[in-house]
């Protein structure tokens, strides 16, 4: 082919047309890709039918595992002292079910009076601990002082002592300070929470620092910047976090127990352990007692859920 045969464009008329060249589906989603992207991966064990009924099977399983003794305890506390103890009727009892634990635990202790108490105290130890957690963790990701790593370090370290071995120090220094059976002796201790200041300060590590940057130019200060800037995009994991303690503190028996006698300051773990009977021990009570201290939990969980979905989401912690 000669340079003579090469089509020449007029300058009057249109350029003409390239020759057409089939492209493959290959070569098309290639082009569709962005450069520089990864491939699209899928969170499941693979595209196939038979991995999918598998990770469902499985999943279904664990479930029923899980909810299984929830099942239990439900019926059981519908039913009455003799249809609980009867291994014949586990599922349907033969007396019908019955209201009766409940009413016997209403009758028999100051459940309003431990669920108030329950509630000052956990919600207390919730402000309490996200707040200092939250100031602890905006100052261990964002500004430098002597011995911060050796203090965060510690902190990290903090997260492995058990409570428990704290009984006897945190005894004795509420004893020293005198304020065994206060609220203050119940509340102060557990608003310690290694864990949740590690977990805010990974937060704040993920957050832009140009916000924090242009705050300064506008003449911001730490306190301007904690409050104003990060705090309102921190929402879905404070509320997250906030859930968690208040679970915590809702279901802790162990320190309520020895911090209190008097039982004006009784919160509901404790108070439902006092609820006995002369007769041994009632399945049907018991399982009553559980269910009533579970509901509070169980509502506050239902309207939060999004908040904790959703921090989790925003930490990459669901595949993103």
Known sequence: MTSTDLPVRDASGPAPHAPHVPHTGRVTAVRRRAPGSRPRTHLTLGDGR????????ALAVMALVWLLPMAWALLTAFKSEQDASDPLHWLLPAHGFTLQGFSTVWE???LPLWMLNSLLISAAVTVITVL???????AFSRTLFAGRRWLFAVTVAAVLVPPQILIVPWFQQMLSLRLLDTYAAVI?????APVMVFILKKHFDSLPHELEEAARIDGAGHWRIFWSVLLPLSRPMLAAVSIFVFIGAWNNFLWPFISTSDPALMTLPVGITSVKDAYGIQYAQSMASAVLAALPLVVV????QRHIVKSVATTGLGGQ
Do not use: C, H, K
């Open 50 to 57: 038979t991995t999918r009924v598998l990770a469902l099977a």
């Open 108 to 110: 028999r202790g100051d």
């Open 132 to 138: 200092v957690s939250a100031m602890a963790g905006y």
């Open 188 to 192: 102060l201790p557990q608003t310690v």
């Open 301 to 304: 969980f239902m309207f939060f």
